[in-house]
C-alpha cells in the first residue's frame, strides 16, 4: 500500500498501536503527525521513528472538544491538510460498576469517545477537501461485552456505531471505518490484563482464550489501519472489521 504526498495524523501515537500504525504509514509514503497526551512523549516517539525526518509532533489531549482543534490545527499547520485520521488515542480502566464512578465514567469515555467525535469533526473540512478516509480505532470490547469493563465496553461500542453514522453522514466524499482488535500486546494490555500484578502471566493467559492460542501485534493492527485508509478499500465504508484471532466468530 502507498501514500506517498499524503497526509495522516494519529493520535495516540506515542507508544503501542499508535506509534505502530506512524511507523507503517511513513513505510508507505505519508507524512505523519504524530499525537501523543504530552510534547516529551511525542518528542522521544519521533526519534524512534525510522524516517521521521516525514513525522512532525502535534502534542495534546485529545480528551476535550478544544484539545482535539489544537492537536487538528497543528496537523494542518504542519501538513497543509488531512487525508486520512486515525483515530486510535485510548485509556482503559478495569473496574466494576461499584467501582465506576462518575470521574472513571468521564476519563474513559473522554478519550475514547468524545476524542474520536471532535477529532473527526475538527478534521473534517480537509478531509472532505482531500476526499480523505478515518480509521477509528474501536475493540473487540465494541463488539461483546466483558465484566469489570463496562466503561470501556460502552466506549468502543459507541465508537463502532459512531464510525457508522459518520460513514452515512460524510459518504460519498469521506469513508470512514473502524477496526475491532483483541488483545494486543502493549503497554496498556500489560497493564489491563496483569493477574495478581503479574504482567507476564496475565499475557500467557489471554493467549490461551483466543481461537488461535496468541494474541496479536500492533504491527497487525496497523497493517489493517493502512487498508482501510487506503484506495485498495475504496468501496469499504463503515465497517468493523474483528482482528480477534475468531473470538467474535462463535464457539
Ligand atoms: N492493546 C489492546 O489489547 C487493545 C485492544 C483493542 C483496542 N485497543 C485500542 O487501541 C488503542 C491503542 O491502544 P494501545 O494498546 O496501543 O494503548 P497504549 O496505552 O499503549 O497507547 C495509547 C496511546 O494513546 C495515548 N492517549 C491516551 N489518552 C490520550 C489522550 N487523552 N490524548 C492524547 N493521547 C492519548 C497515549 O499517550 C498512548 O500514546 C486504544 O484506543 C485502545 O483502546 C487496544
Known sequence: MK?????????GASRGIGK?????????????????RSEA????????????ENAVPAPGDVATAKGCEQVVQQ??????????????????ARATVEDTDEAVWDYVLDANLKGTFFCTRAALPALKEARG???????ESGLNGYAESSAYCASKGAV??????LAIEFAPLVRVNCVCPGAIETDMARAA???????????????????????????????????LASDHAGFVNGVALPMEGGATAGG
Open 3 to 11: 501514500f506517498d504526498g499524503k497526509s495522516v495524523l494519529v493520535t
Open 20 to 36: 505502530a500504525t506512524a511507523q507503517a504509514f511513513l513505510d508507505a509514503g505519508a507524512r505523519v503527525a504524530v499525537n501523543g
Open 41 to 52: 512523549s511525542v518528542n522521544t516517539a519521533l526519534a524512534s521513528l525510522t524516517g521521521a
Open 75 to 92: 496537523a494542518l499547520d504542519q501538513l497543509g491538510g488531512i487525508d486520512v485520521l486515525v483515530n486510535n488515542a485510548g485509556v482503559f
Open 133 to 139: 478516509s478515518v480509521v477509528n480505532v474501536a475493540s
Open 160 to 165: 463502532v456505531n459512531l464510525t457508522r453514522a
Open 193 to 227: 490484563f496483569a493477574l495478581d500484578g503479574d504482567q507476564d502471566a496475565g499475557i500467557a493467559h489471554q493467549k490461551t482464550k483466543y481461537p488461535v492460542q496468541r494474541i496479536g501485534t500492533s504491527e497487525e493492527v496497523a497493517v489493517a489501519i493502512l487498508y
